[in-house]
């Protein structure tokens, strides 16, 4: 099971950090990953990570601005977002997979989304 909570509505400029409960089976994928979705648009990648060597990919546009990470103890995943733009508005997606990829479709287990709301 996958659980994301710390959206909320900022303004631009604004930097927040989302978290995503990782538990159940979950916790035996070999990636994590935040997709986001706004609305009339399709789920796109953010960012993702190994669980256990923690390497990082990141969606070329977001990169100089949010970081992923997680913390291995206590199963908890997070992103790190800075200098929030209008376009960040979204419903920001936790995934777990057992394999690698940046794809949604590489992924097997998602959470509910929790919502970003970025006002100028």
């Known amino acids: 099971q996958l659980v994301e909570y710390g959206g909320r509505s900022v303004h631009t400029g604004d930097s927040l950090r989302l978290t995503c409960a990782v538990t159940?089976?979950?916790?035996?994928?070999?990636?994590t990953a935040w997709f986001r979705q706004a609305p009339g648009k399709e789920r796109e990648f953010v960012a993702a990570?190994?669980?256990?060597?923690?390497?990082?990919y990141y969606r070329n546009s977001l990169k100089d601005r949010v970081t992923i990470s997680r913390n291995a103890a206590s199963n908890t995943l997070f992103l790190q977002m800075n200098s929030l733009k209008p376009e960040d508005t979204a419903l920001y997606y936790c995934?777990?997979?057992?394999?690698?990829?940046?794809?949604?479709?590489?992924?097997?287990?998602w959470g509910q989304g929790t919502q970003v709301t970025v006002s100028s």
């Open positions: 990570i190994t669980w256990v060597g923690g390497g990082t």
């Open positions: 159940g089976r979950t916790k035996d994928s070999y990636a």
């Open positions: 995934y777990a997979s057992t394999g690698w990829g940046l794809s949604i479709t590489d992924y097997n287990y």
